[in-house]
């Protein structure tokens, strides 16, 4: 497997108030922009990439940075922009939450740290990435995550579409030795380092931009994935899925989560246990039965 690229640190803001996140100015552009070009500054929130579109976020109106940015890379065009909230665009407001043995709490809600001392705590600042923890299959992840390393020793985890990287972290926290942490988006890649830096977690989870795809075959005893159904059953149709010991399978639909439970039924694995929220997401929890480790 050819190297892949780990993501390092940078000088992005670490938010210590909610006010950094009072109002999310949106511009919505066509193109892909020259990185070294990117915007910077405390207001700049991030880039998120999809499709051959960005997306720049900011904390203030920014009309001139991005007229200037349009100046020096003609391929670009702005398509629109936006104002809104940023509860709006996480779809409410991050609240602190308990799910798997785990307190998580946003960076900027100050908790004392007696406050329900039975709960390991876990910080998640979402930034402008979807992935707050609140979405039925993250809570549904985090109970498979700690049903299984209450039971097991998890030596490694492969976290592939980290979002965040709730998954990944909380893997760690509830006992894992040591976690990669995948994202094809930059943006998600950058925001998963940032909050792996928040839980002191830096020694133990290698944050890397990449495809799941092609990291399925990285060597792990627990494989995490919540990610869209495509991509789902690329992951289980690769050889290597057979080679983790573990399987965490979630963010599918009914008729998905058939699918995949079809498939997996031709393989040499057991599903343990479904999570089951309104009919409609579904989370498996299985053991690979050929692994010998």
């Known amino acids: 497997m050819q190297d892949t690229p780990r993501i390092e640190k940078g000088n992005e803001r670490q938010p210590d108030s909610a006010e950094v996140y009072n109002d999310l100015y949106i511009y919505y552009l066509s193109g892909r922009i020259d990185p070294v070009l990117e915007p910077s500054g405390p207001h700049f929130l991030g880039n998120w990439e999809e499709d051959g579109f960005s997306f720049l976020f900011f904390s203030r109106r920014a009309d001139e940075e991005v007229k200037s940015l349009l100046d020096l890379q003609p391929h670009l065009n702005l398509i629109d922009q936006y104002k809104m909230s940023y509860d709006d665009w996480q779809g409410g407001r991050i609240e602190p939450f308990q799910a798997g043995g785990l307190f998580v709490v946003p960076p900027w809600i100050k908790i004392p740290e007696s406050h329900d001392s039975h709960h390991k705590r876990m910080i998640v600042d979402p930034g402008v990435v979807f992935g707050t923890g609140t979405h039925p299959t993250t809570h549904d992840c985090l109970e498979a995550i700690a049903s299984l390393c209450y039971e097991e020793k998890i030596e490694s985890v492969l976290d592939l579409g980290t979002g965040t990287g709730i998954l990944a972290i909380a893997a760690v926290l509830l006992g894992g030795k040591s976690a990669v942490a995948?994202?094809?988006?930059?943006?998600?890649?950058?925001?998963?380092?940032?909050?792996?830096?928040?839980?002191?977690?830096?020694?133990?989870?290698?944050?890397?931009?990449?495809?799941?795809?092609?990291?399925?075959?990285?060597?792990a005893d627990l494989m995490i994935s919540n990610i869209h159904y495509d991509v789902m059953m690329h992951l289980i149709r690769a050889e290597a899925f057979l080679d983790h010991r573990w399987f965490i399978l979630s963010g599918l639909l009914r008729s998905e989560a058939r699918e995949v439970a079809c498939y997996l039924e031709r393989l040499p694995a057991t599903i343990l246990n479904t999570w089951e929220r309104d009919g409609i997401w579904h989370t498996f929890l299985g053991k690979i039965n050929s692994n010998t480790k």
């Open 182 to 219: 995948v994202d094809f988006n930059f943006l998600a890649a950058k925001t998963a380092l940032k909050n792996v830096s928040f839980n002191q977690l830096d020694s133990k989870i290698l944050v890397v931009q990449g495809r799941a795809e092609d990291l399925v075959e990285r060597a």
